[in-house]
């Protein structure tokens, strides 16, 4: 539905040039959600402005339900934008206009008859769930609501292609996940195909098909999300779905620990992550009774995203200096990610 083709972007700021978009190609099939994750400029908002042309890409093809955006002219795209929505971090609405307002904007340009207009976005309050809030203005809802009020919008004119840039970013966890949620019942019951943009693995885990990894305008790495969280390629993947996680040490610990060892006797504090390939098995005890060190476990965490199960230990590492370092080598030959936090003692 969806098909990136080869697409470079070089802005032309003053004298120099700024390759935003790097040769990057991304195909999503009709009906998948997509996540692009990316660090603060790493390119995902350029990546989703090329898709419905707010972006003209220097070179490559941007191709939707099969017709390629880059060669139509100017009243062909504007007819073949009408199938793709767009929601936005601030929401965009138009702070004038009612809730029914905003969402009929679409419908009033393209010169719906009223009463089909009355009809459409009665049944669009229903699907986000505000028909009570009809005749209020924005100013006077939630951004949640703002949100959703942004969804039905974009579905007014009946999409194939749902465009999200960074649609949850400026709402709290709870609003972020009900949003997630609309936007996945959205994609199931209307077979939309969505393209999200993120910095953040959450949302990806949340609901995402595949994702792709985005690095100075480049695609570093994509597939299906168990893929990615069971296998991460790039350190970047990595470091993405370690932010998933969140963990506070003990007091305690944190009061005790320093950046290195200040005695001979002092013990490790170590994070071992794992993923997919190294998450069954039983590996810190296999560790443990191979080489003879004893764990001290203080925080354990597994989670799942697209059906692939991952997590982390944080442990605190007794024995002999040889036998933890030969541990270590044992778990990252495994497959486990091994971070020394700290020292204690
Ligand atoms: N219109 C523009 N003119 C010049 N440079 C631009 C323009 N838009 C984006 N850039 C540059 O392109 C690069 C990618 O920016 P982009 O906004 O796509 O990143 P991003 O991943 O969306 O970042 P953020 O998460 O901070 O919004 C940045 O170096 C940015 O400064």
Do not use: W
Not at 55 to 63: A, F, K, L, M, R
Not at 82 to 98: E, P, V
Not at 296 to 325: M, P, R
């Amino acid at each position: 539905m969806i098909n990136l083709k080869n697409i470079t972007k070089v802005f032309d700021i003053s004298d120099k040039k700024l390759t935003a978009l790097d040769n990057v190609s991304l195909h999503i099939p009709q009906g998948q959600i997509c996540g692009v994750i990316g660090a603060s400029g790493a390119g995902k908002s350029t990546l989703i402005r090329c898709v419905n042309l707010l972006e003209q890409p220097t070179s490559g093809s941007v191709i939707i339900d099969g017709k390629d955006l880059t060669q139509l002219s100017d009243a062909q795209l504007m007819h073949e934008r009408r199938k793709i929505g767009m929601i936005f971090q601030h929401f965009n609405l138009l702070s004038s206009r009612t809730v029914f307002g905003n969402i009929a904007l679409p419908l009033e340009l393209e010169n719906t008859p009223k009463d089909e207009i009355q009809k459409r976005v009665t049944e669009l309050l229903k699907l986000v769930g505000l028909s009570e809030k009809s005749a209020v203005y924005p100013a006077n809802l939630s951004g949640g609501q703002k949100q959703r009020v942004a969804i039905a919008r974009a579905l007014a004119s009946d999409p194939k292609v749902l465009l999200c840039d960074e649609a949850t970013s400026a709402l709290d966890p709870a609003t972020t996940q009900s949003i997630l949620k609309l936007l996945k019942e959205i994609n199931r019951t209307l077979g939309i195909t969505i393209l999200l943009i993120t910095h953040e693995m959450e949302v990806v885990k949340r609901i995402c098909d595949t994702v792709a990894v985005i690095d100075h305008g480049q695609l570093v790495e994509q597939g299906s999300v168990s893929d990615i969280f069971s296998n991460p390629k790039t350190e970047l993947a990595q470091e993405f779905i370690s932010s998933t996680f969140h963990y506070n040490l003990p007091e305690e610990y944190l009061e005790k620990m320093s950046d290195t060892p200040r005695s001979a006797k002092s013990t490790p504090i170590i994070k071992f992550e794992f993923t997919g390939r190294s998450v069954d098995a039983p590996l810190l005890s296999q560790a443990s009774r191979r080489f003879d060190v004893s764990l001290n476990i203080l925080i354990s965490q597994i989670d799942y995203a697209g059906g692939i199960k991952f997590g982390f230990t944080i442990a605190e590492l007794e024995g002999d200096e040889d036998a933890i370092t030969q541990a270590k080598i044992y778990l990252m030959e495994n497959n486990v990610r091994v971070e020394v936090l700290g020292y204690v003692g």
